[in-house]
């Protein structure tokens, strides 16, 4: 390759770096998820495996730091390690596509880097402690005829389409002098493209509730990391129960409190539930707590536990948080047994953990297809606020349940079962919400669609190993005249 030729591929990495930096995390610009592979490909295509990968980590590492370095909380070296180790993960796609791609037909090629995009966002969330986080298809929940694509077969289908987008792009351009064969890859995509939205906008037309229940979300006048400090916790505690009081008596079938609200010591935990159940059977209101557990006053070893007191004041389930969050407190927390609550209130079956839980493949899939809505307490953070209220939506759709996302320090938010924000963040938010569950298939198959891509590029892998035969032409014998 010459230098001007370099110099050139250089730029281009540059720029795809640039877009990537706003294609997911903190700043997130939808349109950037789908451009900033569609350069990266044609980066790592036009340089040998080895330089190309290098290059892609020199000019992406950057990029990882200013989108996710705030989202992780992560400081000093920690920064720079991590964003090395995670910006190499997430280009194994693209060294896959450039391994692969040279020796399969052009047009088989082209599933090269969408099926690698698929398997290894599939394989961090069954690894990482963070779960789903990063996947590429939280991008997209703007869209909502896109988005339903999630609800057949799971948020993989979009992660898919942002793939295949940027290898048939690419593939285009390698044909580019084969017009009618250029026009193929761009052909097939679009047709499955329109055929994902065209169902999107049939879900989006059918029914999307069993009814309306008058619930409300109560957020504590303290935050920023003082909600744990047992010194601030009687004046966070008199006004949340004064809250959940005034909202039963505006109507409120169920007060949802956020996870983190308060921290309470072990030792008063019983009285201050009791507390909560007096109201609960006094109002005829369902409430859910999230507080912080402190075994001793001075201890930092904590639970984070959620109880769902019933409207005659009985505890209908009484969990704890099972996924820490890396840093502070995976630490310090005392995970809870895998298991999400459950309970059958008057407005249907209610199901609900900690979000971070239910960020968390495991987690999500307890939900059953008959509930009527889910209850995801969050504490978050401005850097993820945004981005964390995408993935809510995205699970609310995919499972065809109606979410409410109470949360400290982010964006408390309710979705419907078709992933319409129904709730606009307020300090104390009172929300008629679409409840009962709109049927989809991604809880009866699970992540086939993962499974299937894994699959295909290990096809596409032994395929390209396959030697390739020389083209041998058997002289025809001549006829005698």
């Not at 451009?35 to 290098?54: C, D, H, N």
């Not at 005829?145 to 999630?150: D, E, G």
């Not at 912080?292 to 639970?303: A, G, H, K």
């Not at 035969?469 to 005249?481: F, G, N």
Request: charged residues 15%.
């Amino acid at each position: 390759m010459g230098t001007i030729r370099f110099i050139a591929v250089l730029m281009l990495a540059i720029v795809a770096a640039y877009v990537a930096a706003f294609a997911n995390g903190r700043a997130i610009v939808p349109i950037a998820a789908w451009i900033a592979p569609v350069l990266m490909l044609r980066v790592t295509r036009s340089l040998p495996p080895i330089l190309g990968f290098v290059v892609a980590l020199a000019v992406m590492t950057p990029a990882w730091i200013f989108a996710w370095s705030d989202a992780f909380r992560l400081h000093g070296l920690m920064v720079y390690l991590s964003a090395l180790v995670m910006t190499a993960f997430t280009l194994l796609p693209y060294l896959a596509d450039r391994l692969l791609n040279p020796r399969l037909p052009r047009l088989a090629a082209m599933f090269v880097f969408p099926t690698a995009l698929v398997a290894g966002e599939w394989c961090f969330t069954l690894i990482s402690p963070l779960g789903s986080w990063g996947a590429s298809a939280y991008t997209q929940t703007d869209f909502s005829w896109l988005l339903q694509s999630a609800a057949f077969g799971g948020m993989w289908t979009i992660s898919f389409l942002i793939g295949w987008f940027a290898g048939a792009l690419n593939s285009a351009w390698e044909l580019r002098a084969q017009r009618r064969l250029a026009l193929v890859p761009l052909g097939a995509f679009a047709s499955v493209f329109l055929l994902a939205i065209g169902a999107g906008a049939w879900r989006l037309s059918q029914p999307n509730s069993e009814g309306n229940a008058p619930l409300a979300m109560a957020i504590p006048q303290v935050a920023n990391m003082q909600n744990f400090s047992l010194d601030y916790a009687p004046p966070i505690r008199a006004y949340m129960f004064a809250q959940t009081d005034a909202l039963a008596h505006h109507g409120a079938q169920l007060v949802v409190w956020p996870e983190d609200a308060l921290a309470i010591v072990a030792a008063d935990e019983e009285g201050f539930i009791n507390q909560a159940r007096e109201l609960a059977a006094r109002d005829r209101t369902a409430i859910a707590l999230s507080y912080t557990m402190r075994f001793t006053p001075l201890s930092l070893r904590y639970e984070n536990k959620s109880v769902l007191i019933s409207a005659a004041g009985a505890i209908a389930w009484r969990i704890s948080k099972t996924f820490p969050v890396p840093g502070a407190e995976e630490r310090n927390m005392k995970p809870g047994d895998g298991q999400i609550g459950a309970a059958t209130l008057p407005l249907g079956l209610v199901q609900g953990a900690t979000a971070f839980d239910l960020d968390h493949r495991a987690m999500m899939r307890q939900v059953g297809q008959s509930t009527a809505l889910v209850l995801a307490p969050s504490d978050d953070w401005p850097a993820v606020a945004d981005l964390h209220a995408r993935m809510m939506r995205m699970r609310a759709v995919e499972y065809g349940v109606p979410i409410l996302k109470p949360t400290l320090n982010g964006a408390s938010v309710a979705y419907d079962g078709f992933g319409a924000n129904v709730a606009v963040p307020a300090q104390a938010l009172r929300v008629t919400m679409p409840v009962g569950a709109a049927p989809t298939l991604y809880p009866r198959i699970g992540d086939l669609f993962a499974w299937l891509c894994a699959a295909a590029l290990g096809v596409l892998g032994l395929i390209s190993a396959l030697p390739k035969r020389p083209l041998v032409i058997t002289p025809q014998p001549v006829a005698a005249e």
